[in-house]
């Protein structure tokens, strides 16, 4: 069993549609990252997360450590991020990132 | 300020073989942890270094190896390639006492053929 599990694997979303990518987790954690992923590869946090809240621009984060799960969402989407979503999360024990699978988003114009 | 930088961006090489990727940090970073990324799957934890000392392993065999220099910068190394060996490898670096924070480079795609 994953450490991080995420859903959905794909998605893909009409421009302006409002996006939500789900990630649980099954180890204690200092922080989560959520992470945007480009073709070719490079990866940039978006957001890092111990408790509640965090919004940056169209993007908004949620935690809630009780029940070990953070949502991503995406509001007013645009074809612009099409990217790969990966949720990583910084295991308080094992001194290690422990990353999702990632949810491949398509939005089409 | 430059990010975490990595090199070389694409490399193939044949089975066997053995191969060195680099990676510079943030500047004042003393931290560096890489990753292996299978086409299609998450990263995956293959060491972590601070202040040029092993900190952490994943679950990688003995042919994974890796050291970190006094300028902080790193190098993996990969002996006896397998096909299996190929994916993307990440750097990832952290401030110190802040091992939470990463800041990834743009990875060195790695094809064994």
């Known amino acids: 069993k994953n450490e991080v599990e995420q859903s959905p694997q794909n998605l893909t979303a009409q421009e302006g549609e409002f996006i939500t990518i789900n990630c649980s987790y099954s180890v204690g954690i200092s922080a989560l990252h959520w992470l945007q992923q480009h073709p070719g590869g490079g990866i940039v946090s978006l957001f890092m997360?111990?408790?509640g809240k965090k919004k940056h621009g169209r993007l908004i984060a949620t935690i809630n450590i009780q029940e070990k799960h953070s949502s991503l969402h995406i509001t007013a989407s645009h074809p612009r991020d099409s990217a790969v979503y990966i949720c990583?999360?910084?295991?308080?024990?094992?001194?290690?990132?422990?990353f999702g699978t990632g949810t491949s988003l398509t939005v089409i114009p | 300020d430059a990010g975490v930088t990595q090199s070389p961006t694409h490399l193939i090489k044949t089975r066997g073989q053995q191969v060195t990727l680099r990676c510079s940090p943030i500047s004042g970073h003393k931290s560096v942890s890489w990753y292996q990324q299978v086409l299609g799957q998450g990263p995956q934890f293959i060491f972590q270094?601070?202040?040029?000392?092993?900190?952490g392993r994943g679950n990688f065999p003995d042919r994974f190896s890796a050291r970190q220099f006094p300028n902080y910068s790193s190098e993996l190394n990969v002996n006896a390639l397998l096909l299996g060996d190929s994916a993307l490898y990440l750097c990832a670096s952290s401030p110190a006492g802040r091992n939470t924070e990463a800041f990834f480079g743009q990875g060195t795609r790695l094809t064994v053929v």
């Open positions: 997360l111990s408790s």
């Open positions: 270094y601070y202040e040029k000392e092993e900190r």
């Open positions: 990583a999360v910084y295991s308080n024990t094992g001194n290690q990132f422990y």
